[in-house]
């Protein structure tokens, strides 16, 4: 089970989620656990997938490394056990730097990042524990930097989503797959 509920997949599985499964077996090796929670129910998985391949594969002015970034930042802060993995584990493939992903996993301020690398994370950070403070400053930091507004937007809308799936994952207690642990080491 890839949760603590007893949410079995949907019965029988649609033919547009069991494409999607086995796309992921030929990309990743592996059907993500997250993936197979939202399976029980296909509207829920549709909505969840149209989100999570929007705003981290669709085109954006940030690169996905960011975007990964943003995850691993976010999660840290809220203590995700499974996005920590799945997404540090992202982080290392798509950098190349192992240190960079433990770095993020453990405090994203002890890494040696870009000045608008840092920017982005402090912003997605100060989202997720003070999302009620953040003001014009804070936009005009990230705009400093480089960030337009649509960046802004993609920033905030990463932040966001991960807010919401930290929380479902702690909720249900999702678990990573094993093969996450040791990717990109």
């Known amino acids: ?8 997949p949907a019965a029988p599985m649609p033919s547009h989620m069991a494409g999607y499964f086995d796309k992921c077996v030929e990309k990743l090796g592996m059907v993500p656990n997250v993936l197979r929670a939202y399976a029980f129910d296909p509207d829920k998985f549709d909505a969840f ?3 999570y ?4 594969l669709a085109d954006s002015p940030l690169s996905k490394l960011e975007r990964e970034m943003i995850a691993v930042a976010v999660s840290a802060v809220n203590r995700c056990y499974y996005c920590l993995v799945s997404h540090g584990a992202a982080v290392r493939q798509l950098s190349g730097d192992p240190e960079l992903g433990e770095r993020l996993v453990m405090n994203y ?4 990042l870009e000045p608008r690398q840092r920017a982005m994370l402090d912003f997605a950070v100060k989202m997720t524990e003070q999302s009620y403070s953040i003001e014009e400053a804070d936009r005009a930091a990230l705009r400093k930097v480089g960030f337009d507004d649509r960046a802004i937007w993609d920033i905030a809308a990463v932040a966001g989503f991960f807010n919401m799936t930290n929380r479902m994952a702690s909720a249900t207690d ?5 093969e996450y642990h040791g990717l990109a080491r």
């Not at 089970?1 to 079995?8: F, K, R």
């Not at 301020?109 to 040696?112: I, K, Q």
């Not at 999702?174 to 094993?178: A, K, Y």
């Open 1 to 8: 089970m890839p949760t603590a509920l007893n949410l079995p």
């Open 49 to 51: 997938t149209a989100m």
């Open 53 to 56: 391949n929007d705003l981290m």
């Open 109 to 112: 301020r002890t890494a040696p």
């Open 174 to 178: 999702m678990r990573p797959n094993p």
